[in-house]
Every structure is written in C-alpha cells, then in structure tokens.
C-alpha cells in the first residue's frame, strides 16, 4: 500500500509540474515613444551636387530645395528601450512645420543610424513616404506630419540596431524660389517623435503557476488518503 501511495503521488506531482510547463505564454502590448536623440540640418551649396558642405542652424530643423541649393534635415532616434525579445507591429515618425508659404512636397528617408548626424547622412536613400503641404492662411497653424515607417523599423531590428535615422527633404524643387520649411524641434511640444508600437511574449505571474500546482497537489493528497472515487456498493 505503501508503494502504491509513493507511486500515486510521484504521477501526481510530475503532472503538476507539466501542466505548468505547458501554460502558454502571456502577450503584453506596449508603445514606445521616443524624440529624437541627434538632429541636425545641412546645406549643400549651389550647383547642387548631392555632396552637403556644411552643417548650418544648430538645433534647428530647416528643409529647402529650389533647385541650386539644398537644405535637408536628419535626426536619429535611440531604440535601446525597446525590448530585446519585442516584436514590432507598427512604427510611425511625426513632425510638425510652421509657416509654408506655398505648395511643397517633402520626402522622408530612412537609414541605419549610429547615434549622431553627420553630413554623409543627409544624402542617403531609403524613401519612407512624401506628403504634400499647403500654404498657411495664418502663421499660427501649423501642419502636422506621419510617416508609417512599420516595415522598415522591423528590418532595422532584426539587425540589433541600436539606433534608426531619417532625413527629410523637398522633392521636386520649388521653382518660386520659396522660403525656408522651419519644422518644430521643441521635445516638449512637437518635435520629430517615434512611436513604436510592440508585443512582447512572457511567461505568466510565478502567482499563478504556484495556484496551478497548488490545486494539482491538492488532488494528489486527496487521492492518496482517501483512495480517491469508490464505486457505489
């Protein structure tokens, strides 16, 4: 009688331990929102060569193309907080112009960044999106920008990159020689903003998997001193 106890509760407590095992993992969905970490904007000199010269207006995003000289702005985000085991299902990067004093057209491209912009930034291709832009009746609206980068940030991090990087430009030129795009820089109101949104798969609550073989052990005892169901006489 003995052994058959001993067998009955060493059945039971390794089918408390594989019904834990086989609990499924728990999904959990998150947003990451981050500004950007480097920004900068650069100009290359007329005639225009695809070669920037200089780095002007620090701190200041500026974006202008009317055909012999060039202005694009590049800023790059940090993903060090996103989680290792996350799995991406949508990315999208924001921004925010001020005054535009004509029909434009601006591009946004993606890149490989590396935590800090540098000239040789501004002149890589990766188109993400265009968007057109209207001119303001007022100085005092602004015209708010998106720019779904989803697919492109998936193939950034399945590479371990730490960094994503993007410049914006105008494309085609504006042949009236229009001023200067000036986009909000401010990390407080509307400056270029990632938002990663991602699910990450865990393990459940250790409260729970405890409760599980708890009830499993329960019955084991259950069965072990009473001789579990008996048949009626």
């Known amino acids: 009688m003995c052994i058959q106890n001993f067998v009955r509760r060493l059945s039971l407590s390794a089918l408390a331990l594989s019904l834990a095992a086989a609990v499924p993992l728990v999904s959990r969905a998150a947003v990451l929102d981050v500004y950007y970490s480097s920004l900068a904007t650069g100009r290359d000199g007329g005639p225009q060569d695809g070669v920037f010269d200089a780095i002007v207006a620090p701190g200041m995003a500026g974006v202008s193309n009317n055909g012999w000289t060039s202005m694009r702005t590049a800023f790059e985000f940090t993903l060090s907080a996103l989680p290792t085991n996350a799995v991406i299902n949508s990315a999208t990067v924001t921004m925010t112009v001020g005054w535009v004093d004509g029909t434009r057209q601006v591009a946004l491209h993606g890149y490989a960044g590396d935590g800090a912009v540098t000239l040789a930034d501004f002149a890589l291709d990766g188109l ?75 393990a459940p609550e250790p409260s729970s998997l405890l409760l599980l073989a708890a009830g499993v052990m329960a019955l084991a005892a259950w069965r072990v001193t009473s001789g579990g169901p008996r048949e009626a006489a």
């Open 128 to 202: 993400m999106g265009v968007r057109t832009l209207s001119p303001s009746s007022t100085p005092a609206i602004a015209q708010h920008l998106s720019f779904d980068v989803s697919d492109f940030l998936k193939g950034l991090a399945s590479g371990d990159r730490t960094f994503v990087g993007f410049n914006l430009r105008e494309d085609p030129a504006n042949e009236p020689n229009y001023e200067v795009l000036y986009f909000d820089t401010r990390p407080s109101y509307s400056a270029p903003r990632l938002s990663v949104g991602y699910t990450t798969r865990a």
